[in-house]
Structures are given as C-alpha cells and as structure tokens.
C-alpha cells in the first residue's frame, strides 16, 4: 500500500503533509486495516472549509500513513519515547496510532461532561517507543468533532523524538492558609529520569530575585511548597534539571497578585458621576459606597419625585421634569463621612457612561436558571461589587420556552419560573435587570427569537421590568439571506424594528446590538438608537482571542464612542468561566487580566461580567473593584482610548479625562518582557511639555518616574499630566 504524504522535514522530524478524509464516524476506522481507498485525499494542516467541506455540529476522520524510519531515534538523547504534534483541532479530537488510542483534547458530545471545544490547546502525545512500527507503514488516525465550521486540523501533523521538556511535566498550584500565599510547584517525569528542582521568585517591579529553593526529583516526582507574598507582583521560574545529561528545562508561572489598595473603612464613593434617565421613566439606581457596615444614606437637593433607601442606598422613582439635577450623595457610618456631586440628566439620553454589571453567558452558556442568576446577583451584593457600580444583572440566552402563548407572547422555560418576580427583587436591591433576544426565529441556542414578535416581546420586557435587551443576530441570518439585500440598510432594518417598540415602553430599556461588527455597525449603530454595539466576534479566555479583540479590531474606533454610545468588545473574561455547567479559572495569566481590564477601561467598554460571582475569589474582585481604574472606564468625558504606539511589542493607548489629565496604557503584547521610559514617547501622544503628575492607577500610588518594567502580556496603567 502506497505511503500518502509521509514527508521527512529533517532527520529527527517526519511531518505528514495529506490525508485521507471522511465526513462521518465510526470506531472502526481507527484500524490499521480499514479499506480507505475511497475516501476523499485532503491537505494536512488547513481547516476541511479550506478544501470545499462543510460538517458543521458532527465528526470527521483523518488518516495518515507512511513509514517511520528507525534512523529517527539514532541521535536522540531520549530513546523510549517518541513525540506526536497533531498542531490544532476545530474543535475536539481524539488520536489513535496503529489502532492504539494515544490521546484526546476536549470533550466529546457523548462524553459524561458534554461536548467542550478545545481548538486552542496544542495536541503533543507521548508515545511509547515500544508501540512504533518502526521501518514499516504506521496508521496516525484522528477523530474530529466540530461544534461549528471551520472543524478539522490546523498546523503541522509530526513524529519526533522527544526533549527533556516532552518528559518532563511542571505543575503550578496556589493556595493559602493562614493569610500565606504558598505555590506548591510539582514534577512528574518519564522514564528513568531524576534530577533537581529549582525555583526562584523574580520581583517583576525591579527584576531582582527575592527568594529561592531547591529539592532533589526521584523517579516519583516531587513536590515543593513555596511561598510567596501576593501583594507583589512576582514570576516564579521553575528549573528541573536531569542528572544524568545535564540538560535543563524551565517553567514560568505568575501567580495571582493583588495590585489594588484596600479600601478605607470610611465611606468612600466608587461610581459613576452621572446617570442619564428619560423623563418620566423608573429610577433604579444604587448609590456606590464602599466601607464599613452597616451605612446611612440621604442625598441632598433630591428632585421631587424620587426617594432613598436610608439602609440601603437605593434610588427609586420618577422624574417628569427634564433638566439637569444637580446632587449631592451623603453615605455616613461609624469611621465617617462622606459627601459626593452627583449629575442627575432628565432627558433623553441614557447610557452616559459605559454598562457595568454581569452576563450569564461566558459562565454558565446554555445552563443558565433563575437560581443561578439570583446567586450571583446575591453575590454582587455581598461581595461588595454593586459598591462599585456593577449593577447590570443579564440573563443570556436559554430563558425562552419551546413555543409561544396562544395569544403570541413569549413564555420562559421552567428554569425561569418568574421573570417578573426576578426583576422586582433585583431592583429592590437596586439592580437592573437585562435580557436577550434575537430579531431572527431562533436564537444562537436554538432558543425562540423575536421575529414577527417584537411588540408584544417588548411589551412583555416592560411588564417584567427589563432595563437591558441584548439582541444578537443569530437567527435572523437565514431572513437576511432570504430577502438577497445585502445593504447597510439591511443590517439595520432589524435592530431599527425592535428599537422603535422599545421607545414606546415606559421604561428605560439600554439597547445592546449583537452582531459582530458586521457591516461597520460602529458608523451607523447610532442611528437605530443603539446604546452599544458588538465589534467582534466571541471572545474566549485566551490570550489569542484576547489580543485579536481588543488590540487588532478595537484601533480607529474611537471616533464612534461617546455617552450614549459605545463600542462593545465583548464581556470579561475573567474569574471562573466554561459556558456551561462545567467552570474553570479563566486560561488568562493574572498579567493577561490585568492588560484585560485596563483595555476595556481605556476603550469605554461595557464591563460585563463573564464569571461566576458566587465563586470570585479575593484576586478577581480586587481586579473589578479598583476605583481608580474603574473611574477610567466611567470618566464623563466619555472618550474612547486610541492607540498612538505600535512598536516592538509595545502598544502605548491613551484616552483624555474629564479633568484635564490623560489615562495611558502601557502594554506589552510580546512574548519577552520589555522595559519602557514613558518619556521618550511624550511626543507620539502629543505631549511636549514633561509631564507634572504620573499615577499607577492599579497601585493607586504617584510615581517618580517614567521607566517601566513590564512583563509579557502585562500592563502599567498611568493617569499624567
């Protein structure tokens, strides 16, 4: 039998550069014998979109022979082990060599967990020596799954052999006790192997090595507990070194590390300065204290019409003269006092500053219930989050019933037993209450969407007190390719049919467009009355999708943001994520966090919240609940950041603020760690004088200087003037 493209790149690699393919799927195919004659021959390493195949939610079949030569192992140093690279999988896959099951990334639909896509993760299998046919014809076969075209492999098909790394596993576990922050750093190894393990913390704001140990590995492993202080920004560098060959190979790792100053046991205002509220519509809006509790609130030069919880903040009522009101927020407990000016807008415009608060899709996707959203709603609360602005609690898609009332208004499923009831509870806790629909006959979900429906839907949105529609497109997608307009116009038709039902609620609804920036919705979203709009699409937590979305598709929008009006990146990623059942820690370092929300602060983004709050832990809120930052994010100036620096790795944003001075990121996008003088890039920002004021907004302190040292994928975020 004839080898199909089995091709020796070098003498210690051999890459597979075509296949066999067939759509379909059966475990018989993982054979050695199977008759794959008939199937269709493929590239390896493009997407099956790429070669004329569409199989979207189904499996597929790669097969790949040739003949590994023996020659491979001569010159390796490692000689019972070889390395299988089967690059990236759209979405799942899983691997067989000669009949032998080798390995898998993700999870299948029929899997105990579900189906779990995993095309970012590279797939490197660990095969035994032993089990290569060594100078005869091996069988390399590869079960896909597909969630959604593109589906198959991407990149590079290969047998190697393996490394020290290969063989050497290094694992990284934080955990404390006791108010220790300890990083128990583990080896496994295969083979015989044995060495040593040595670890060294770095001070990532100086460079300087502040602790170091090292322990003896065995054919067992070993385990080192380290600690380490989490109120530094420090990388650990872990080194196993291999007695027998000397060779050495290293990881990195960054724990968690809390930047932001603890807050005053005083009360201390951390939000917005100004609110937007049409008039006559419901005032629901929690006045933004933190500090010790219990707290009374008053506000001064109240509007006739609204009134506040003295317990618990909370204002509630109506407005039916416009005009501009100007307050005074009051919040007493028993460390202090503090006053605040507060902008209170009775017109027509909301959304003056960006959404803050919670989405449940990028936790819980399609296994979204009332429980869970109360749970954490309930954990805004006390965790203190709604203390900082974070008010917004969205109800992704999965509500809807199967089928409509008989008079055509929508029904929720019995995962969501009283929408109404849950809307009266979040605002009595002085929260908003945000929904989702689609202009199309289904959802991304498969879920009912609104088309043909939108008055009654947004008739019933105000029965059930909604202050948040997000409206994705989804569905609407077979109307769009059915009417053949492929105009602006036809973009907009749908979203301008829904808003004109909106307005006519008396309510405040904030009008969120979902549909991937498609047709620049940023120059015309504006004009369906949209409050924000999508840019991109679906963000997942890693640094690829991260670094796509925010610092490729976000440059040159910021001409399109202002009050009332804002580019929508996408929702957080940060915390504990999985869009589904199934949560993890987001696969974002903290470094990667830190750039992440200090971009969208710059960018006037809609602060969304991905995770679940209920599982937040002390790092993560401290992430979301930095005044300072977050103040960048609400600034009433409005103004979205642009990018001025693009440059060896270094991307330098910058947004002017409402009083006078300039938020600037500093970020470092490359793979190596970079030092910057702030300085020496004055003029990129138009800037000629030397600067009188420079602040790290995370560290909430005044610096002295303009130098920086900034890790991979890190950030200093400054306020200058």
């Not at 210690?12 to 021959?41: H, L, M, P, Y």
């Not at 006053?339 to 899709?361: C, D, H, R, Y």
């Not at 498609?518 to 924000?532: I, P, T, Y």
């Not at 006078?660 to 910057?676: E, K, P, W």
């Amino acid at each position: 039998m004839m080898a199909v493209g089995l091709l020796t790149v070098q003498a210690q690699e051999i890459t597979f550069s075509e296949a066999r393919f067939q759509k379909g799927d059966n475990a018989a195919w993982k054979g050695v014998t199977v008759d794959d004659s008939q199937w269709q021959q493929v590239p390896v390493g493009k997407l099956w979109t790429e070669f004329g195949v569409s199989n979207p939610k189904n499996f597929a079949w790669y097969r790949m022979k040739g003949v590994i030569p023996s020659s491979l192992l001569t010159q390796a140093k490692y000689k019972d082990y070889v390395l299988v690279n089967v690059g990236k999988v759209d979405d799942c896959d899983e691997t067989f060599l000669n009949g032998k099951f080798i390995g898998k990334t993700g999870s299948m639909p029929a899997d105990k967990d579900g189906y779990k896509m995993a095309y970012d993760e590279p797939r490197r299998y660990l095969v035994s020596a032993k089990d290569i046919r060594w100078d005869k014809e091996n069988v390399l076969a590869v079960r896909v799954y597909n969630g959604n075209d593109p589906g198959g492999i991407e990149g590079q098909v290969s047998v190697r052999p393996v490394t020290l790394a290969d063989m050497t596993a290094i694992t990284f576990k934080e955990s404390s006790a006791d108010g220790q922050s300890v990083c128990t750093v583990g080896v496994t190894t295969k083979g015989n192997t044995k060495g040593t393990l040595s670890i060294e913390a770095v001070d990532l704001d100086n460079g300087t090595v502040v602790s170091s140990l090292s322990q003896p590995v065995g054919k067992k492993g070993a385990q080192l507990a380290f600690p380490y202080d989490m109120h530094k920004q420090v990388r650990l560098k872990a080194v196993f070194t291999d007695t027998k060959t000397g060779e050495q190979t290293m990881k990195c790792y960054s724990p968690k590390y809390i930047l932001t100053p603890a807050a005053p046991l005083t009360p201390r205002y951390n939000g917005p300065l100004v609110y937007g509220v049409r008039t006559g519509s419901p005032v629901i809006l929690r006045m933004a204290f933190s500090g010790e509790k219990p707290m009374t609130y008053s506000i001064k030069n109240m509007p006739e019409g609204l009134k506040v919880d003295s317990k618990t903040g909370v204002i509630s009522g109506n407005v039916n003269k416009a005009g501009n009101y100007n307050l005074t927020f009051v919040a007493e407990n028993g460390k202090g006092k503090t006053e605040q000016a507060f902008t209170l807008k009775v017109g027509e415009k909301i959304a003056l500053t960006p959404p803050m608060g919670w989405n449940s899709w990028n936790c819980w996707g399609l296994s979204v219930s009332q429980e869970k959203v109360i749970s954490s709603a309930q954990a805004i609360l006390d965790k203190g989050l709604a203390d900082y602005g974070y008010s917004y609690i969205n109800v992704d898609d999965a509500w809807e019933a199967a089928e409509r009332n008989a008079d055509g208004t929508i029904a929720t499923n019995k995962k969501f037993p009283d929408m109404k009831g849950l809307g009266d509870w979040l605002h009595a806790n002085g929260l908003k209450f945000g929904i989702y629909s689609s202009p199309g006959d289904r959802t991304c979900g498969g879920y009912l969407g609104s088309i043909d429906h939108e008055e009654q839907d947004a008739k019933t949105y105000n029965d059930w007190g909604v202050d948040y529609l997000k409206y994705d497109w989804c569905g609407y997608g077979r109307e769009y390719d059915r009417l053949g307009d492929h105009s602006v116009a036809a973009f907009a038709r749908p979203y301008m049919k829904m808003q004109q039902y909106l307005r006519q609620q008396p309510r405040d609804i904030f009008y969120s467009l979902c549909q991937y920036g498609m047709a620049e919705v940023w120059k015309w979203g504006h004009a369906v009355d949209a409050n924000s709009w999508r840019t991109t699409g679906d963000i997942t937590d890693t640094w690829e999708s991260l670094y796509d979305i925010g610092f490729l598709r976000q440059v040159g929008l910021e001409p399109y943001a202002a009050p009332g009006h804002w580019n929508d990146p996408d929702m957080l990623i940060v915390g504990k994520v999985g869009w589904s059942n199934n949560l993890r820690d987001t696969r974002l370092t903290p470094d990667e966090q830190y750039t992440h929300i200090s971009l969208w602060a710059l960018l006037a983004s809609n602060m969304l919240i991905g995770c679940d709050v209920a599982q937040m832990d002390e790092f993560t809120v401290a992430l979301l609940c930095n005044n300072e930052v977050n103040a960048v994010n609400q600034d009433i100036l409005g103004q979205q950041a642009k990018q001025y620096v693009n440059t060896n790795g270094l991307q330098i944003w910058a947004r002017p603020l409402a009083d006078g001075t300039y938020a600037v990121g500093l970020f470092n996008v490359s793979d190596d760690d970079i030092t910057v003088n702030l300085a020496s890039y004055r003029k990129n920002l138009g800037i000629d004088k030397p600067f009188t004021l420079v602040r790290d907004l995370w560290r909430q302190k005044d610096l002295s200087t303009t130098e920086f040292l900034i890790p991979t994928h890190g950030v200093r975020l400054l306020k200058v003037k």
